[in-house]
């Protein structure tokens, strides 16, 4: 049709495209989104907000709450993906969740993105918001000591708009299934260890952001294919302007300076990480319930594999894994950074 | 309160009124007598709220609000007013101090009355020649007072980098007034009454006030300047902590921050982060039962600051990760620690590797570049760091690879190198001052000669590197070499490789042992036929070099066919 296809657009006209695009398509798909409880008129001026997808991750979500509580998150707006373990009335009992519920199906909503994307775009405007999974426990230099609201002031005083928080995956010693994990429990009581420098980093030129691989997952379940292993960057805190759109995951979002969280003359620039604790006793049934279910990324490539390793009993951890101390073990090893936020 | 020292307080409050507030209590219950300069832009709910806050305190003025923006003179207007207001409400002030609703007292005020009281002419002002100062951000020194500055820096940035590079331009430049000579230093300071009268009351104060309204961030200059025209004695220091960074932000001060705060014997810092509630219930100190005079000893505070403007500005030696990723020679150390190479000893000597790895103390890897798999020592699945042995995922990034796995272990790094290999780093390590490199051209020849391949196959293999080798050299011969490179062609190194051994390694292991046994080498035989059989197919050996033993099979072919 008119030909459009064939010219080759200039990038910054693609990327606005794109956005644009994404944009319009979080807001169409708002209608697959049905409030259960809205309670988005409690959420203050300088509030910090938290947006999430789930499925049925009721067992983890007292200590994911109460984590993100004590960090100084003020407000969880949720997206509940059909859950019938009973997230949903869990959910709708906390005074500072707002819920939504969707049957629609998560592989066609881009993995959650147009329904996160579509909050954010209604309630995160101007806010700091936090994207993160109910597996994801976001840490920096300082957390124990300076709260969210402590980094969002500094962030914004240093103008920066959006904090990296690449992804660390923690596993237990052991098999996966090992230790249960109980209700309410920090998960890092049991997965307490992690590859402390296998990540390889490539810069996307059209998105300007930073491609990491590697870790435990890459080293297990893509041995043979180490190039299709998960990427492991993300930026989940971001000031919020309706005019951002995320992207794919939290991995990147639009406009490309939102994904340009890195120094490029040898500096280095504050950097956090998701401690992310996927590999605990719960996983073994999740991974066989998403492999029937077919909604994840690239034909739950992912999946199939966890699911073939686990079966052959692949454990995680090995001799050169390192046991998880403090954020200040994470900064020596490079991992994250607090640039120079004193 | 010191009987000599009757303190006034100047405190500009533009946010946050509520550790405004706080601050305003502090001051004045260590006997100190406040004047509030409250921006114009805060909300009218925030002033009420705040001043009922303050309601039971005495010796409160509040002065007339101007509306302050960040570099203009309507902070020194906002100063001087609420400065006039303080010295006419309450005559007896001997000593003014200037701060902001988020400065600290972090030590009781009775202490700062006695310290002030040891010398009570002295102005504590920091004030600097615009000529020596170092420590502006932007490059605007001097052009602070010889250009005009008409448009506000935060609302109207191009105008004002336009208008700067105007009068850059056409060469125009302001007279300064006759009598003054423009100094910087910090904003805040403490100044005796006496001297802050005389500079309010100047009879050319009209003529000074108009030409600084025009200057840059004359709130850094006003009182630096003109105290200079009317003080007895001024000890060049300000006596509130504040450190900016590289880009001239104010650090902000939190809960962990106690220790280091409490070492500094500061008498005030800034600026405090209004949620850091156990600094402020721990600051100031109570007082004690004598005044405590001691000095301020801000180094431990400055060294913590120092550490972080390095790490933000230079960042970590070697390190590629999510917030730090260099672009090409602006790494600032490409890697972390110094490492080895060997190129062409593992061909030479097959047993090279657990030679010498029992010779020097380092950890001595194989060919961690090499085609098949990464070797790394005692070829484990799973690297230092649990590094791939996969060739696939070190190929991805071979740098941060490499670079990971000098920084991920404790000893020297020492591995084999051959034109077999990924030559992606090639510049890489030639350029990084920390690689140091014993190469041996042309000893690859040598596993070709013993691979009893047809010919065919070995002239193409030979081809293929001799020129990947060459265009190696053509890179470790260039000017950018940074690393230190031995090279050596097959020939000269085996006249004496004992010595060439033991030389490379002392700089590097002071302690290894001088190099007595050498490890078994490849048989040369055939390697001289091999290299004129290659000659006669028109392929030119050009690495091996010409003091090869000589072709013994050789003549006695030639005596054969005669």
Redesign the interface.
């Known amino acids: 049709m008119l030909g459009l296809k064939r010219i080759r657009w200039p990038v910054q006209i693609r990327r606005r495209a794109l956005r644009q695009l994404l944009l319009a398509r979080a807001i169409r798909r708002r209608k697959q989104l049905r409030p259960v409880i809205d309670r988005t008129h409690m959420i203050g001026k300088r509030d910090i907000l938290a947006f999430v997808t789930l499925r049925n991750e009721r067992v983890r979500l007292p200590y994911f709450l109460k984590y993100y509580r004590n960090l100084g998150v003020d407000h969880f707006l949720i997206v509940d993906n059909d859950s019938d373990d009973g997230s949903n009335s869990y959910l709708a009992s906390q005074e500072d969740v707002s819920l939504w519920y969707t049957n629609a199906s998560y592989k066609k909503s881009r993995f959650g993105m147009d329904w996160i994307n579509w909050l954010l775009f209604r309630f995160g405007h101007t806010h700091w918001c936090l994207t993160v999974d109910p597996d994801e426990f976001l840490i920096y230099p300082?957390w124990d000591?300076?709260?969210l609201?402590?980094l969002t002031?500094?962030m914004q005083?240093?103008g920066s708009r959006s904090v990296?928080g690449?992804l660390l995956d923690m596993y237990p010693k052991g098999a996966v299934d090992g230790q249960i994990y109980r209700e309410g429990q920090n998960p890092f009581d049991i997965a307490r260890w992690f590859?402390?420098?296998?990540?390889?980093?490539?810069?996307n030129r059209f998105y300007q952001n930073?491609w990491?691989?590697?870790g435990?997952r890459?080293?297990t379940f893509f041995?043979d294919?180490?190039?299709s292993?998960p990427a492991l960057?993300k930026i989940p805190l971001v000031k919020w302007n309706r005019r951002f759109v995320y992207v794919s995951s939290t991995h990147m979002l639009l406009p490309k300076g939102l994904n340009q969280?890195?120094?490029?003359?040898?500096?280095?620039?504050?950097?956090g990480?998701l401690l992310h604790a996927k590999f605990l006793s719960t996983f073994a049934t999740k991974s066989a319930e998403e492999l029937d279910r077919k909604q994840h990324y690239s034909n739950s490539q992912e999946y199939h594999a966890y699911h073939a390793g686990l079966q052959s009993g692949t454990q995680l951890w090995?001799?050169?894994?390192r046991e998880y101390r403090d954020w200040r073990q994470l900064e020596e090893?490079?991992?994250?950074?607090?640039?120079?936020?004193? | 309160m010191n009987r000599q020292v009757r303190l006034g307080v100047i405190l500009l409050c533009h946010s946050d009124l509520d550790t405004a507030a706080h601050m305003a209590q502090i001051w004045a219950k260590g006997g100190a007598r406040v004047a509030v300069h409250i921006d114009a832009k805060v909300t009218d709910k925030s002033v009420r709220s705040f001043k009922t806050a303050l309601q039971d305190v005495d010796d409160i003025i509040y002065t007339p609000r101007t509306r302050c923006s960040w570099g203009r003179f309507s902070l020194v207007k906002a100063t001087q007013d609420a400065a006039g207001a303080l010295l006419a409400q309450f005559p007896d002030i001997t000593h003014v101090y200037l701060c902001s609703g988020s400065c600290l007292p972090l030590r009781p005020i009775a202490d700062l009355c006695a310290y002030l009281a040891l010398d009570p002419r002295c102005d504590h002002i920091e004030s600097v020649t615009a000529h020596d100062v170092g420590w502006t951000v932007g490059g605007l020194n001097e052009e602070r007072f010889t250009l005009y500055f008409p448009f506000d820096w935060r609302k109207r940035r191009r105008l004002f980098d336009r208008f700067t590079n105007f009068q850059r331009r056409y060469k125009i430049s302001r007279r300064i007034p006759k009598g003054i000579w423009p100094h910087l230093g910090s904003q805040w300071w403490c100044l005796t009454a006496t001297t802050l009268r005389a500079i309010l009351n100047d009879p050319r104060r009209k003529e000074f006030d108009r030409y600084f309204r025009l200057s840059w961030i004359p709130d850094e200059s006003y009182f630096q300047t003109l105290v200079r025209r009317h003080s007895p004695k001024i000890e060049s220091r300000s006596l509130t902590l504040a450190?900016f960074?590289?880009?001239g932000?104010p650090?902000?001060l939190?809960?962990?921050h106690i220790a280091a705060l409490a070492s500094t014997y500061c008498f005030v810092a800034r600026k405090v982060?209004p949620?850091?509630a156990k600094l402020l219930a721990h600051f100031p100190r109570p007082v004690g039962d004598y005044p405590d005079v001691s000095l301020p000893q801000r180094s431990r505070f400055d060294t913590?600051?120092n550490?972080?403007?390095r790490?933000?500005?230079?960042?970590?030696p070697g390190?590629?990760?999510?917030?730090?990723?260099?672009?090409k020679d602006?790494?600032?150390?490409k890697t972390s620690e110094p490492y080895v190479l060997f190129q062409g000893l593992s061909d030479l000597y097959p047993g090279f590797e657990t030679w010498l790895s029992r010779h020097v103390q380092a950890d001595v890897h194989g060919h961690i570049l090499g085609p098949e798999m990464v070797e790394f020592k005692g070829r484990?699945v799973?690297?230092?760091?649990?590094?791939?042995t996969?060739i696939?995922?070190r190929d991805?990034?071979p740098k941060?690879?490499l670079a990971?796995?000098i920084?991920?272990t404790n000893r020297t790094q020492m591995f084999q190198f051959s034109p077999r290999d990924n030559q992606a780093l090639s510049w890489f390590m030639a350029t990084d001052p920390n690689a140091r490199m014993l190469v041996v051209t042309g000893a690859w020849a040598l596993p070709l000669l013993h691979s009893e391949m047809p010919f065919d196959d070995i002239r193409r293999v030979f081809a293929l590197l001799q020129r990947t080798e060459l265009e190696q050299l053509a890179i470790l011969n260039s000017v950018w070499v940074k690393a230190r490179v031995d090279m050596y062609d097959l020939g000269d190194f085996l006249v004496s490789p004992r010595s060439i051994l033991n030389d490379f390694l002392r700089p590097i292991d002071p302690q290894a042992r001088p190099v007595i046994d050498m490890p078994e080498m490849r048989s040369l035989s055939g390697l001289a036929r091999m290299l004129r059989q290659l000659r006669n197919s028109g392929l030119q050996p050009r690495l091996t070099g010409d003091k090869l033993p000589p072709a013994e099979d050789f003549l006695a072919e030639r005596t054969a066919a005669e």
């Not at chain 2, 790490?311 to 970590?316: E, K, S």
């Not at chain 2, 602006?330 to 150390?333: D, K, S, V, Y």
């Not at chain 2, 799973?382 to 791939?388: F, S, Y």
Request: proline share 7%; hydrophobic share 35%.
């Open positions: 300082h000591t300076r709260p609201h402590a002031s500094w005083a240093t990296s690449m590859d402390p420098a296998n990540y390889t980093i490539q810069k930073l990491i691989q590697g435990p890459t080293r041995a294919n180490p190039l292993g960057n969280v890195y120094d490029e003359d040898g500096g280095e620039t504050f950097s990480c090995c001799e050169e894994s090893l490079g991992l994250i950074s607090r640039g120079n936020w004193a | 450190k960074d590289h880009a932000r650090y902000q939190y809960d962990d982060w949620g850091a913590l600051i550490d972080v403007v790490r933000r500005t230079l960042g970590r390190l590629y990760m999510q917030s730090r990723f260099p672009k602006a790494e600032n150390g484990p799973i690297g230092p760091g649990a590094l791939p996969n696939l995922a991805r990034d941060g690879f990971a796995l920084r991920i």
